[in-house]
């Protein structure tokens, strides 16, 4: 039953990920100059009103803001393969399960790809801006790229954290089929 309703809300997004332009933002490469797509391995959610606690790592990420306050934010680790040094990547998001408010999530580098134990007390550093995203059904608008595309890192994990910009906004995707991913170019 559960897997049925899985897959009919999978096939739901298909077709409006079908329906909807492949790129809604200019400064995204097309989706047929992309080599490959690195999905995520892992998301560990880290909530403020609960900070030392470690909610492990998770199929759904989750990032909102309340009133100021009340953040989730999310830590989304990718295991980057061997033999992509002189490629570029560029970050991207799409097909989240819900999103509202001013749906708009930034994403930062963090100093360590070691998330599952992470708490939103203890957790790795924040490293580098890397973008902004506008989140709607399918792919998500880039609102700013300054930081999305880069050298392709060697083999090996790398990690990011992706919180809410502005106020009263929830974004939650089902990973690793949505959310943050990693395009080769
Ligand atoms: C997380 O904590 C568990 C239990 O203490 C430990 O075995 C594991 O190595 C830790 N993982 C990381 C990435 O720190
Ligand atoms: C990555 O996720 C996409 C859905 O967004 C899926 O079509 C693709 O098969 C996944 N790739 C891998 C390598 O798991």
Redesign the pocket.
């Known amino acids: 039953m559960k897997s049925a309703i899985f897959s009919s809300a999978i096939a739901i997004f298909a077709t409006l990920a079908t329906a909807l332009p492949t790129e809604t933002a200019n400064n995204l490469v097309p989706r047929d100059h992309v080599k490959q797509?690195i999905?995520s391995s892992a998301v560990v959610n880290i909530r403020e009103d609960t900070p030392d606690t470690a909610l492990g790592v998770s199929g759904r990420g989750t990032v909102s803001r309340t009133d100021g306050k009340h953040n989730f934010q999310a830590l989304v680790k990718f295991d980057i393969p061997d033999g992509l040094t002189g490629s570029k990547c560029q970050l991207a998001f799409?097909?989240p399960s819900l999103f509202d408010g001013t749906s708009q999530i930034q994403v930062f580098s963090i100093g360590d790809a070691n998330i599952e134990n992470a708490t939103f007390n203890k957790r790795p550093f924040r490293d580098q801006f890397k973008g902004t995203f506008h989140v709607g059904w399918g792919e998500a608008t880039v609102v700013d790229g300054s930081g999305l595309t880069f050298d392709c890192p060697v083999k090996g994990a790398k990690a990011y954290e992706v919180v809410s910009v502005g106020d009263n906004n929830d974004v939650i995707w089902d990973a690793?089929?949505?959310g943050l991913?990693v395009n080769v170019l």
């Open positions: 797509v999905n799409a097909y690793p089929w949505g991913r």
